[in-house]
């Protein structure tokens, strides 16, 4: 798993997570007190997201999970009033299958540019048919990763998405 690649604890990283839709929702915020087990927890539930989709809704909508994520970003608690604490790395990783509507284009690019003007560092890790807005969803192209399907392509792809984030980090020490 892609979180095997993190010293998960209150002083290093913590990790969020969105499942998405038609509709997104949090299934964890960044919270300090989250450790390996709970976070491998609620990440195996993203891998079972088929089991919700009668919740969820389709097709997906990637502007609503992004804009989500910026939210959780912005008050990584949860909790009322909360606020980032200053100096932490802002990294999201966005999984999509398939392109987005047309008509959703300028949404998306609109809450990926969002992202980024809040200095985030985006990932974007996609199954075809990947559609144009799939180029703007990462920081830039060499943050983009796209596959067939993820059953064949994630074993090869995470790996090098773990590596590329840790490098992004190593230098003050936050990865194993």
Same mark, same amino acid.
């Given at each position: +798993? @892609?979180?095997?690649?993190?010293?998960?604890?209150?002083?290093?990283?913590n990790?969020? #997570?969105?499942?998405? *839709?038609?509709?997104?929702?949090?299934?964890?915020?960044?919270?300090?007190?989250?450790?390996q087990?709970?976070?491998?927890?609620?990440?195996?539930?993203?891998?079972?997201?088929?089991?919700y989709?009668?919740?969820?809704? &389709?097709?997906?909508?990637?502007?609503?999970?992004?804009? @989500?994520?910026?939210? +959780? #970003? /912005?008050?990584? &608690?949860?909790?009322?009033?909360?606020?980032?604490?200053?100096?932490? +790395?802002?990294?999201?990783?966005i #999984?999509?299958?398939?392109?987005?509507?047309? %008509?959703?284009?300028?949404?998306?690019?609109?809450? &990926?540019? %969002? @992202?980024? +003007?809040? *200095?985030?560092?985006?990932?974007?890790?996609?199954? &075809?048919?990947?559609?144009?807005?799939?180029?703007?969803?990462?920081?830039?192209?060499?943050?983009?990763?796209?596959?067939?399907?993820? /059953?064949?392509?994630?074993?090869s792809?995470?790996?090098? @998405?773990?590596?590329?984030?840790?490098?992004?980090? %190593?230098?003050?020490?936050?990865?194993?």
């Amino acid at each position: +798993m @892609l979180v095997d690649y993190f010293v998960l604890d209150e002083n290093n990283v913590n990790i969020g #997570f969105v499942l998405y *839709g038609k509709e997104p929702t949090i299934l964890s915020h960044p919270q300090p007190f989250k450790d390996q087990a709970e976070t491998n927890t609620r990440a195996t539930l993203l891998t079972q997201r088929e089991n919700y989709m009668n919740v969820l809704g &389709s097709p997906p909508n990637v502007a609503r999970a992004l804009n @989500l994520m910026r939210a +959780m #970003f /912005q008050n990584p &608690s949860g909790y009322p009033m909360e606020r980032p604490r200053r100096g932490v +790395m802002k990294i999201g990783v966005i #999984f999509t299958w398939g392109a987005q509507p047309i %008509d959703a284009f300028d949404d998306v690019i609109r809450a &990926s540019d %969002d @992202l980024r +003007m809040d *200095g985030v560092t985006m990932y974007a890790v996609g199954r &075809s048919p990947i559609g144009p807005e799939f180029a703007r969803l990462a920081t830039d192209e060499c943050k983009l990763f796209s596959m067939g399907n993820f /059953q064949e392509g994630l074993p090869s792809v995470l790996p090098y @998405l773990g590596s590329s984030i840790c490098t992004r980090k %190593d230098n003050i020490g936050l990865f194993k």
